[in-house]
């Protein structure tokens, strides 16, 4: 169903609409453009941290970021049009994948406390909400997930 693997110079702008259009209807929730919509891709994708799904088309993003202790899960978009098809959960098993790949204990992510259908959907997938703070004027609600 859904091919990931790493996202080249070629993918940049794909992905900055893939983005976009995913993130799109938070806008007028949290006031401004998360920061996942104004992200500089050519320059993740030059350090190694993208990943795509890849089905027919683009499906989903993924930003993975490693850390000495942990793997942060910088980004997650669906395309509008994969939504509902099981390629968010491929994306966060990918990630967990490549977190205990790399040796770490743990993934962490964090979300915006206005989008409220994250914070549901990330403790199904097995994370647990650790704290929440505000960053760079944004509500961060942060959450863990520990790699067996």
Do not use: C
Request: net charge neutral; aromatic share 8%.
């Amino acid at each position: 169903m859904t091919d990931i693997g790493p996202a080249s110079a070629a993918d940049a702008d794909v992905i900055r609409d893939l983005v976009r259009a995913a993130y799109a209807h938070y806008v007028p929730r949290i006031g401004r453009e998360p920061a996942p919509m104004t992200a500089d891709y050519p320059a993740l994708i030059a350090a190694g941290h993208v990943w795509v799904a890849r089905g027919t088309g683009l499906l989903g993003v993924l930003v993975l970021i490693p850390q000495p202790d942990h793997l942060l899960l910088d980004n997650v978009a669906v395309a509008p049009a994969a939504r509902g098809t099981g390629a968010g959960s491929a994306l966060l098993a990918f990630a967990e994948a490549h977190g205990r790949s790399l040796g770490l204990p743990e993934v962490r992510l964090y979300t915006n406390a206005a989008m409220h259908e994250n914070l549901a959907y990330y403790p199904r997938h097995g994370y647990t909400e650790t704290h929440r703070s505000s960053s760079s004027g944004f509500h961060r609600v942060y959450f863990v997930k520990r790699l067996e």
